[in-house]
T-cell receptor, first 113, second 110 residues
Framework: DQQVKQNSPSLSVQEGRISILNCDYTNSMFDYFLWYKKYPAEGPTFLIS?????DKNEDGRFTVFLNKSAKHLSLHIVPSQPGDSAVYFCAASDSGSARQLTFGSGTQLTVLP | NAGVTQTPKFRILKIGQSMTLQCAQD?????MYWYRQDPGMGLKLIYYSVGAGITDKGEVPNGYNVSRSTTEDFPLRLELAAPSQTSVYFC?????????FGPGTRLTVT
C-alpha cells in the first residue's frame, strides 16, 4: 500500500516555463512534507519542505503548496532551467520516532533548452 | 564539513557472502537512517537510529543488521547476501526535520 504517490513518472517542460510536480498521500497522520531532488549516481538533495500548519512555502524559484483536505501537495518551479533536470521525490513524515520519511516513486523532470 | 560519507561506492557480492556498508556523518546529528532504492521506485527505510546504542527496524529490515556505537557511525551489515538485495543503498542523517543523504553504495548480488 503506497502511502505517498507520484503518479507522473516523467514531465518535460520548456526552459523558462513553469514546472508543476504533484504528489498525493493517504496517511492522515503525516504532518511534514519534503521535496528532494536527485541527480544520477548521487544521493537525494533536500529542496524544500512544508509543515501541515501551512499551505504554502516559498524558497526562490521553488514553491510547495499543500492541500490537506485533498491530501495533495505540489512543487512549482518558476522559471524552469536545464539544470533543474533531475528526479524529484516527494516524502512525508509523521511526528513518530525519528521522523521517518516515506517516499514517493519519483518524477523525472526534463527541462528542454 | 564532509556531510554524510559512504563506502564503498560499488560492490559485487556472490550469493551467500556478507559485507558491511559504512556510513559516517560529521554534523553531530542524533538521527541516522539506511534506505534502499530499487529501479523506478522510491527509497524504502531499512533501519534507523535515534542515538548511539539505539536502533530500530524500518519498513524492509529482513536480511540486514545495524549497530550504532558512536554518534558519527552507522554501519549496515548484510549477512548471506541474496539477489533480492541488489539495490542502491543510501545512508542519511538529520535532527528531526530534513534528512541529509550520502552519495550511495551500488550493490549487485550475483
Amino acid at each position: 500500500d503506497q502511502q505517498v504517490k507520484q503518479n507522473s513518472p516523467s514531465l518535460s517542460v520548456q526552459e523558462g516555463r513553469i514546472s508543476i510536480l504533484n504528489c498525493d498521500y493517504t496517511n492522515s497522520m503525516f504532518d511534514y512534507f519534503l521535496w528532494y531532488k536527485k541527480y544520477p549516481a548521487e544521493g537525494p538533495t533536500f529542496l524544500i519542505s512544508i509543515s501541515s500548519i501551512k499551505d504554502k512555502n516559498e524558497d526562490g524559484r521553488f514553491t510547495v503548496f499543500l492541500n490537506k483536505s485533498a491530501k495533495h501537495l505540489s512543487l512549482h518551479i518558476v522559471p524552469s532551467q536545464p539544470g533543474d533536470s533531475a528526479v524529484y521525490f516527494c516524502a512525508a513524515s509523521d511526528s513518530g520516532s525519528a521522523r521517518q520519511l516515506t517516499f514517493g516513486s519519483g518524477t523525472q523532470l526534463t527541462v528542454l533548452p | 564539513n564532509a556531510g554524510v560519507t559512504q563506502t564503498p561506492k560499488f560492490r559485487i557480492l556472490k550469493i551467500g557472502q556478507s559485507m558491511t556498508l559504512q556510513c559516517a556523518q560529521d554534523m553531530n546529528h542524533n538521527y541516522m537512517y539506511w534506505y534502499r532504492q530499487d529501479p523506478g521506485m522510491g527509497l524504502k527505510l531499512i533501519y534507523y537510529s535515534v542515538g548511539a546504542g539505539i536502533t530500530d527496524k524500518g519498513e524492509v529490515p529482513n536480511g540486514y543488521n545495524v549497530s550504532r556505537s558512536t554518534t558519527e557511525d552507522f554501519p549496515l551489515r548484510l549477512e548471506l547476501a541474496a539477489p533480492s538485495q541488489t539495490s542502491v543503498y543510501f545512508c542519511a542523517s538529520g535532527q528531526g526535520g530534513e534528512q541529509y543523504f550520502g552519495p550511495g553504495t551500488r550493490l549487485t548480488v550475483t
